[in-house]
């Protein structure tokens, strides 16, 4: 089995910061990707980051604000929220995919961590 365990939301104001963590449990998996997406009430899931092999991916409107990162020793990754606005609150989503072992080709998800930005 596959389990991603979030932590760090939580209620900030508008310009304050955020760590969230991923911790990942698996076997029989080396190479993956993992990132963070969110999704809003009201609104459909989408990508904030992700990271494989050091090149990492954002979404243009956390792009300069946000820094994720991966220690695959501990299985864990990390997105750093800085400067957060109202419009980055949302439930956040940790996700894994595969590329290699037997598990690859699907996508694992997180129970998601909270995210409040007041204004």
């Known amino acids: 089995q596959v389990q991603l365990v979030e932590s760090g939301g939580g209620l900030v104001q508008a310009g304050g910061s955020l760590r969230l963590s991923c911790t990942a449990s698996?076997?029989?998996?080396?190479?993956?990707?993992m990132g963070w997406y969110r999704q809003a009430p009201g609104k459909q899931r989408e990508l904030v980051a992700d990271?494989?092999?050091?090149?990492?991916d954002y979404s243009d409107s956390v792009r300069g604000r946000f820094t994720i990162s991966r220690d695959d020793a501990a299985n864990t990754v990390h997105l750093q929220m800085n400067n957060l606005k109202p419009d980055d609150t949302a439930v956040y989503y940790c996700?894994?995919?595969?590329?290699?072992?037997?598990?690859?080709?699907?996508?694992?998800w997180g129970q998601g961590t909270q995210v409040t930005v007041s204004s």
């Open positions: 990271i494989f092999n050091g090149r990492t």
């Open positions: 996700i894994l995919q595969p590329h290699n072992g037997p598990y690859r080709g699907r996508d694992y």
């Open positions: 698996f076997s029989k998996i080396s190479i993956y990707t």
